[in-house]
Protein backbone atom coordinates (compact mmCIF):
# COMPACT_ATOMS: atom_id res chain seq x y z
CA UNK A 1 0.00 0.00 0.00
CA UNK A 2 1.13 3.35 -0.80
CA UNK A 3 1.15 6.41 1.52
CA UNK A 4 2.35 9.65 0.62
CA UNK A 5 2.74 12.42 3.57
CA UNK A 6 3.25 15.88 2.59
CA UNK A 7 5.09 18.75 5.19
CA UNK A 8 6.31 21.99 4.65
CA UNK A 9 3.26 24.56 3.86
CA UNK A 10 2.85 27.34 5.06
CA UNK A 11 2.33 31.44 4.53
CA UNK A 12 5.00 33.64 2.55
CA UNK A 13 5.20 36.90 1.16
CA UNK A 14 5.71 37.46 -2.28
CA UNK A 15 9.41 36.90 -3.09
CA UNK A 16 9.64 34.38 -0.20
CA UNK A 17 10.69 30.57 -0.05
CA UNK A 18 9.52 26.94 1.18
CA UNK A 19 10.64 23.55 1.14
CA UNK A 20 7.78 20.95 0.43
CA UNK A 21 8.42 17.51 1.71
CA UNK A 22 6.37 14.64 0.72
CA UNK A 23 7.31 11.05 2.66
CA UNK A 24 6.76 7.70 0.81
CA UNK A 25 5.80 4.28 1.71
CA UNK A 26 5.19 1.67 -0.15
CA UNK A 27 6.97 3.04 -3.04
CA UNK A 28 10.59 2.97 -4.22
CA UNK A 29 11.31 6.56 -5.45
CA UNK A 30 14.54 5.49 -6.98
CA UNK A 31 14.11 4.62 -9.99
CA UNK A 32 10.32 5.54 -10.95
CA UNK A 33 8.61 8.64 -11.70
CA UNK A 34 6.68 11.18 -9.07
CA UNK A 35 5.17 14.43 -9.16
CA UNK A 36 3.76 17.32 -7.75
CA UNK A 37 0.80 18.38 -8.41
CA UNK A 38 -1.46 22.00 -6.71
CA UNK A 39 -4.60 22.73 -6.60
CA UNK A 40 -6.25 26.62 -6.68
CA UNK A 41 -9.16 27.78 -5.57
CA UNK A 42 -11.86 27.55 -8.03
CA UNK A 43 -9.47 25.92 -10.34
CA UNK A 44 -8.51 22.57 -12.15
CA UNK A 45 -5.66 20.47 -10.20
CA UNK A 46 -2.32 21.29 -12.28
CA UNK A 47 0.76 19.39 -12.70
CA UNK A 48 3.59 21.17 -10.99
CA UNK A 49 6.83 19.64 -11.71
CA UNK A 50 7.61 15.40 -12.63
CA UNK A 51 10.86 13.69 -11.14
CA UNK A 52 11.32 10.72 -13.91
CA UNK A 53 12.84 7.86 -13.18
CA UNK A 54 15.57 8.07 -14.58
CA UNK A 55 15.99 11.17 -12.58
CA UNK A 56 15.15 13.97 -15.21
CA UNK A 57 13.02 16.64 -13.81
CA UNK A 58 10.53 18.41 -15.80
CA UNK A 59 8.41 21.47 -14.57
CA UNK A 60 5.04 23.52 -15.85
CA UNK A 61 6.40 27.09 -17.76
CA UNK A 62 4.73 28.66 -14.83
CA UNK A 63 6.90 27.16 -12.32
CA UNK A 64 10.45 27.19 -14.15
CA UNK A 65 12.97 28.31 -12.97
CA UNK A 66 11.32 29.02 -9.83
CA UNK A 67 10.75 25.56 -8.10
CA UNK A 68 12.90 22.58 -8.14
CA UNK A 69 12.14 18.97 -7.25
CA UNK A 70 14.28 16.63 -5.94
CA UNK A 71 14.59 13.46 -3.71
CA UNK A 72 16.73 11.74 -1.18
CA UNK A 73 16.45 7.95 -2.16
CA UNK A 74 17.97 6.53 1.19
CA UNK A 75 15.19 8.25 3.10
CA UNK A 76 12.35 7.89 0.51
CA UNK A 77 11.24 11.40 0.60
CA UNK A 78 10.38 13.51 -2.31
CA UNK A 79 10.85 17.45 -1.95
CA UNK A 80 9.74 20.23 -4.14
CA UNK A 81 11.66 23.54 -3.37
CA UNK A 82 9.65 26.87 -4.22
CA UNK A 83 11.41 30.18 -4.88
CA UNK A 84 10.93 33.87 -5.66
CA UNK A 85 6.90 32.73 -4.94
CA UNK A 86 3.96 34.63 -6.59
CA UNK A 87 0.52 35.14 -5.30
CA UNK A 88 -0.71 32.84 -8.07
CA UNK A 89 1.06 29.70 -6.66
CA UNK A 90 -1.12 29.81 -3.84
CA UNK A 91 -2.53 26.59 -3.29
CA UNK A 92 -2.97 22.78 -1.83
CA UNK A 93 0.39 21.04 -3.11
CA UNK A 94 0.53 17.76 -3.51
CA UNK A 95 2.67 14.48 -4.27
CA UNK A 96 1.56 11.92 -6.62
CA UNK A 97 2.77 8.62 -7.97
CA UNK A 98 1.45 7.06 -11.21
CA UNK A 99 -1.45 4.21 -11.46
CA UNK A 100 1.41 2.67 -13.83
CA UNK A 101 5.41 2.15 -12.86
CA UNK A 102 6.46 2.62 -16.19
CA UNK A 103 4.59 6.07 -17.09
CA UNK A 104 6.02 9.39 -16.13
CA UNK A 105 2.74 11.66 -17.16
CA UNK A 106 1.55 15.20 -17.04
CA UNK A 107 -2.50 13.97 -16.66
CA UNK A 108 -3.72 13.50 -12.84
CA UNK A 109 -6.07 11.09 -14.04
CA UNK A 110 -3.10 8.80 -13.95
CA UNK A 111 -1.68 8.96 -11.22
CA UNK A 112 -3.80 6.68 -8.43
CA UNK A 113 -1.73 7.50 -5.35
CA UNK A 114 -2.25 10.89 -3.84
CA UNK A 115 -1.01 12.69 -0.31
CA UNK A 116 -3.62 14.72 1.39
CA UNK A 117 -1.88 17.95 0.30
CA UNK A 118 -0.35 21.01 2.39
CA UNK A 119 -1.37 24.26 1.68
CA UNK A 120 0.73 27.23 0.43
CA UNK A 121 -0.50 30.62 0.52
CA UNK A 122 1.39 33.49 -0.51
CA UNK A 123 0.51 37.08 0.34
CA UNK A 124 1.42 39.95 -1.95
Known amino acids: QVQLVETGGGSVQAGGSLRLSCAVS????????VAWFRQAPGKQREGVAILGSSGGETYAEVVKGRFTVSRDSAKNILYLHLTNLRPEDTAVYYC??????????????????WGQGTQVTVTS
Open 96 to 113: AVPSHKLTCPWNDYMYGD
Open 26 to 33: GYTLAGHC
